[in-house]
């Protein structure tokens, strides 16, 4: 059953834990940040805030078996999360305080020679709200996180809710020791973060959500799955490229103690919590990133590149640029993967193939059982693959972005063998496994190459430990090679990059030819702001609310 994850219904879990809004309809994003003065008013404002909170209770679906019995989704969903400070300002008990893990005690900003926040990233770059707690400025210490993520009208425009619920918040952040933190946006003016996803005409004069992001490449296909997420219906199609790759290369959701405090992890173990000891049951740890794009740089580069390369190999321009950035990211920019399409030439038959895709999933009324099984067939090439039989990364580069961020099977301490019953699967990548939350910010407008935009992505990053998986995958994965045998090249795309970065890309083996080398690689993205934050359940934020947190 999809509850599994949830003990009791009084402990329900946050639904931004479950679910990734944005591709559950809710395109419509609104981050806002406050300041706590007093713990008594802070107290009342958690109250005030927590029957509003939307848990992970199943919602209304067209593929849930009991569809008629479940509740619609909301309007517009809220949900809460607090600072190790924030916590500190509302008075929770020392004991309690002093058993979280380091790397939320300390925060993001000082931990950011592990996250590369330094150069074009550092604190002197970030927004102002962000930015002013780092210089000490009395009243800005950042303690509660209030994200909104609403549904749309058919015109692709927020339901009003939305601004009914942004003015209530204003009016939650204007009372006695609460504040609503201003400051958001390079000029520092707005009291939220605004996120949305793309929106594209439907054809009938009505808007549906399309998934890519400023770079144009389609975002979020590969986030998780995790035991007791969706009922085993849905779980039994999901999970495949979603899940962890067993020795016997089926796929299984991941142990829910990955993502969710207080359930058994991959380790097989339910690691140690602070007290009292259900306080961070059902609750996890959020990294709020804001990821700004240099849309121009990005695109500038590959121009230049694929000139050369286009010269060299013989290939048209278009070719050469649709390649590269294929090759840099590991999908070309329709999503389809390397792994599945690894040439032009093989992306063009496969477009032709299923050319049907795009009418199939324009459709807003329902669907045929035989369009929702093409569907289905189509979803599982995008995400359902392994690197087994592409080590060299002829087909996808090793360095990839997606092969960085999501090691399936590339380490595999037996890749090698040629006898299956040696493999292990995707054991040591199930632990670095993260949820990823977040929308793109800012105007969409491709022909806009101007670096100085205000772009890019709100990067919300979910996991039960936040050093052994967030900050793993981007100082290893994404900003050293080491894992991957590339030396000390960072991912092209993500990475942090110093004079002198590159990119290699592989040649086949078997044919003629030389590799590739994208030399001097640019700063693509730039950090702008973020923190770590708790996201407790809602008998804890109840608990914190009442002030009857006891850790004896």
Known sequence: DGDRVNAKPGDLSQGNVVRAYSRFGFPHARYFLFHIAEAKDGRAFLADLHPWVTTSERWRHAWEPDNSALPTPPQVTLNVALTWKGLRALDLPTETLSQFPREFIDGMAPRNHILTDIGPSGHHHWDPVWRAPIQNKRGTDIHVLITLNAQMMPDGTPVPDLEKMTDWLRELGGRQG???LTGHGPAGRADFQQGGARLVPRGDGTMMIDAQEHFGFEDGIGNPVFSGQYPKEVEARRVKGRGKIM????????AAGEFLIGHVDESQQIPYATQPPNFMFNGTFLAFRKLHENVGTFHKYVERQATDYARV?????????????AKIVGRWTNGVPLMAAPTYADMMRFDAEWSDIPVIRNKSGQRTGAEQARL??????MIDFKYRDDQVGTRCPISAHIRRGNMRDMLDPRMTSSNPKDWTGSALTNRRRILRRGLPYGAFDPDNHDDTAERGVIFIAMCANIFRQFEFVLQQWMNYGLDLRAGNDTCPLLGFHPPQSKFMVPSDPDHDGTPWIMNELPQFVETRGGEYFFVPSLNTLNMIALGVVDPT
């Open 247 to 254: 020795p016997d290369q089926s796929w299984a959701p991941l």
């Open 376 to 381: 289905d067939a189509w979803n599982a090439l």
């Open 313 to 325: 190999q013989g290939v048209t321009e278009h070719e050469a640029r649709l390649t590269l950035k």
């Open 178 to 180: 609460i504040k609503l």
